[in-house]
């Protein structure tokens, strides 16, 4: 797969064309998922069409990248000239229908996406959504938003071979631009706050999109299981205008119909998600928590109500919805899937959706889990170590990234918290600036994902530490890393 190192400056805009012409190469940017994923909120008016032909280059080829379960997929393209037909096999735009049939005068370019399910749309739509986003600089310009209304336009005035399922409209207007504001805090500390800018760049992810379906089964940390959930439906700074809590993924009218439809299944039992403070119906407000609902091991009891759910995952996700005829629950239902898959991959573990559900296997998930009557499973999410070890990463990646941690601490303790992409020994130890041993911290196996360790300033002995620098390093084979910390009390 090329991709491109390169900044984005007063690219061409696309020409009228006479003929099947390719797009350019993908161009990678320098921003992670999880930084587009929190930044991430659609423009619905006001635009200028003058996108340059990379940003379209750039969507096209991610919207392509998603995996998909239907038949088919076809892409079409509106402009001000045409409406055109995209190759993902050969990145070329070839003329469909002549003449301009955009929903949107002001719009640059509106891209459509056929398919025969609502949830595989809505991956392909959420890829573009970050596609775009990633062209954001601080004062962002590149803006989109997926529209019902251009749907219903497109299906009416493109003559597209099947159904188009959603449209995204792009074009130029300003915007915050990126940010790295945490706002997922949880109220009754069950799940630690989230990483909302990672280390890897998106469109290198997103390249090296494979899903998945063989696992360890070692358990996940809680900060691994934390992250997943922000990744599928965590809030973001954003705010709608009618004053509703953004979050990771995009809502029809902001109603954001997973909230409080999200569980957690591991090997100590089921639990609800919610992204809203209790009782969860109040979407102005936000929150990360956890409701525990089932205490002991039912993965076996999820497992068996479908044979194509994988059986070896540490941990599922169980995605539902209140209605599964509405392209609005469906659709948002694939956008969460699809931040799932970009997650595990950032994390370098393993990720599989067994999507879509039969009516058998959505009522045996429901059944095997109690959940509620009125909600209809429609995505089971795997995700753990792969079973067969870390994943080759383009680059070269160390498996131990430090990613988050205090340099200084004047009072309580420093925790740090780190990225491990191979399961593996990890040891942690403090030293003092001469390179004396002061206290190991922890020395166990552990798995693939976020973890973290805190440090309370006491020796061995559990004495207090002297003020003074000292030096943190954490250790899995023959990879080391360190963090010099400040300690003053």
Same mark, same amino acid.
């Given at each position: 797969?090329?991709?491109?190192?390169?900044?984005?400056?007063?690219?061409?805009?696309?020409?009228?064309?006479?003929?099947?012409?390719?797009?350019?190469?993908?161009?990678?940017?320098?921003?992670?998922?999880?930084?587009?994923?929190?930044?991430?909120?659609?423009?619905?008016?006001?635009?200028?069409?003058?996108?340059?032909?990379?940003?379209?280059?750039?969507?096209?080829?991610?919207?392509?990248?998603?995996?998909?379960?239907?038949?088919?997929?076809?892409?079409?393209?509106?402009?001000?000239?045409?409406?055109?037909?995209?190759?993902?096999?050969?990145?070329?735009?070839?003329?469909?229908?002549?003449?301009?049939?955009?929903?949107?005068?002001?719009?640059?370019?509106?891209?459509?996406?056929?398919?025969?399910?609502?949830?595989?749309?809505?991956?392909?739509?959420?890829?573009?959504?970050?596609?775009?986003?990633?062209?954001?600089?601080?004062?962002?310009?590149?803006?989109?938003?997926?529209?019902?209304?251009?749907?219903?336009?497109?299906?009416?005035?493109?003559?597209?071979?099947?159904?188009?399922?959603?449209?995204?409209?792009?074009?130029?207007?300003?915007?915050?631009?990126?940010?790295?504001?945490?706002?997922?805090?949880?109220?009754?500390?069950?799940?630690?706050?989230?990483?909302?800018?990672?280390?890897?760049?998106?469109?290198?992810?997103?390249?090296?999109?494979?899903?998945?379906?063989?696992?360890?089964?070692?358990?996940?940390?809680?900060?691994?299981?934390?992250?997943?959930?922000?990744?599928?439906?965590?809030?973001?700074?954003?705010?709608?205008?009618?004053?509703?809590?953004?979050?990771?993924?995009?809502?029809?009218?902001?109603?954001?119909?997973?909230?409080?439809?999200?569980?957690?299944?591991?090997?100590?039992?089921?639990?609800?998600?919610?992204?809203?403070?209790?009782?969860?119906?109040?979407?102005?407000?936000?929150?990360?928590?956890?409701?525990?609902?089932?205490?002991?091991?039912?993965?076996?009891?999820?497992?068996?109500?479908?044979?194509?759910?994988?059986?070896?995952?540490?941990?599922?996700?169980?995605?539902?919805?209140?209605?599964?005829?509405?392209?609005?629950?469906?659709?948002? &239902? $694939?956008?969460? =899937?699809?931040? +799932? !898959?970009? /997650?595990?991959?950032?994390? @370098?573990?393993?990720?599989?959706?067994?999507?879509?559900?039969?009516?058998?296997?959505?009522?045996?998930?429901?059944?095997?889990?109690?959940?509620?009557?009125?909600?209809?499973?429609?995505?089971?999410?795997?995700?753990?170590?792969?079973?067969?070890?870390?994943?080759?990463?383009?680059?070269?990646?160390?498996?131990?990234?430090?990613?988050?941690?205090?340099?200084?601490?004047?009072?309580?303790?420093?925790?740090?918290?780190?990225?491990?992409?191979?399961?593996?020994?990890?040891?942690?130890?403090?030293?003092?600036? &001469? $390179?004396?041993? =002061?206290?190991? +911290? !922890?020395? /166990?196996?552990?798995?693939? @994902?976020?973890?973290?360790?805190?440090?309370?300033?006491?020796?061995?002995?559990?004495?207090?530490?002297?003020?003074?620098?000292?030096?943190?390093?954490?250790?899995?084979?023959?990879?080391?890393?360190?963090?010099?910390?400040?300690?003053?009390?």
């Amino acid at each position: 797969m090329l991709l491109l190192l390169l900044t984005i400056g007063s690219a061409a805009q696309l020409p009228v064309l006479t003929r099947t012409e390719s797009l350019p190469a993908p161009v990678v940017h320098a921003h992670s998922f999880e930084l587009l994923a929190n930044s991430r909120y659609s423009v619905h008016s006001g635009f200028d069409g003058t996108l340059p032909v990379q940003v379209l280059a750039n969507v096209l080829w991610a919207m392509s990248r998603v995996p998909y379960s239907g038949a088919y997929r076809e892409f079409y393209v509106a402009t001000a000239d045409n409406v055109y037909r995209y190759d993902p096999d050969t990145r070329t735009l070839s003329i469909h229908l002549a003449g301009d049939h955009r929903y949107n005068s002001g719009s640059a370019y509106e891209i459509g996406v056929a398919t025969p399910r609502h949830e595989d749309a809505g991956m392909s739509i959420q890829a573009g959504l970050l596609a775009a986003i990633a062209f954001w600089t601080d004062t962002g310009e590149v803006v989109c938003c997926p529209m019902k209304w251009a749907t219903d336009y497109a299906n009416s005035n493109w003559q597209p071979a099947h159904p188009i399922l959603m449209v995204n409209v792009l074009g130029r207007a300003p915007a915050r631009g990126v940010d790295s504001t945490l706002v997922a805090i949880s109220s009754d500390s069950s799940l630690p706050a989230p990483l909302v800018n990672g280390i890897d760049t998106f469109e290198i992810l997103l390249a090296e999109l494979a899903p998945d379906s063989q696992f360890t089964g070692i358990p996940p940390s809680l900060e691994t299981v934390s992250q997943l959930l922000w990744a599928a439906y965590g809030v973001t700074p954003h705010r709608t205008s009618n004053n509703r809590q953004g979050l990771t993924v995009p809502s029809a009218i902001a109603g954001y119909f997973l909230t409080g439809k999200i569980y957690l299944v591991t090997g100590d039992g089921v639990s609800r998600y919610w992204n809203r403070l209790p009782p969860g119906n109040n979407l102005a407000t936000r929150d990360h928590r956890l409701e525990p609902l089932l205490s002991g091991d039912w993965r076996p009891a999820l497992r068996s109500a479908s044979n194509r759910i994988p059986s070896t995952a540490p941990l599922y996700l169980i995605i539902c919805v209140d209605d599964t005829s509405t392209y609005r629950t469906m659709q948002e &239902a $694939g956008f969460a =899937v699809f931040n +799932l !898959l970009m /997650q595990t991959r950032a994390l @370098g573990i393993n990720g599989y959706a067994t999507m879509p559900l039969t009516l058998t296997e959505r009522s045996a998930v429901r059944n095997a889990l109690m959940l509620p009557a009125n909600e209809f499973p429609v995505a089971v999410f795997a995700a753990g170590e792969a079973a067969t070890g870390i994943r080759e990463r383009s680059g070269g990646e160390n498996v131990l990234r430090i990613v988050r941690a205090q340099p200084a601490v004047r009072r309580g303790s420093l925790r740090i918290e780190y990225l491990l992409r191979r399961a593996g020994l990890v040891r942690a130890e403090v030293f003092d600036l &001469a $390179g004396r041993p =002061v206290k190991v +911290l !922890l020395e /166990q196996q552990q798995s693939a @994902g976020y973890h973290s360790l805190v440090w309370d300033g006491t020796d061995s002995h559990h004495q207090p530490v002297r003020r003074g620098t000292y030096l943190i390093t954490l250790t899995t084979g023959n990879v080391t890393v360190r963090h010099k910390v400040t300690w003053s009390r």
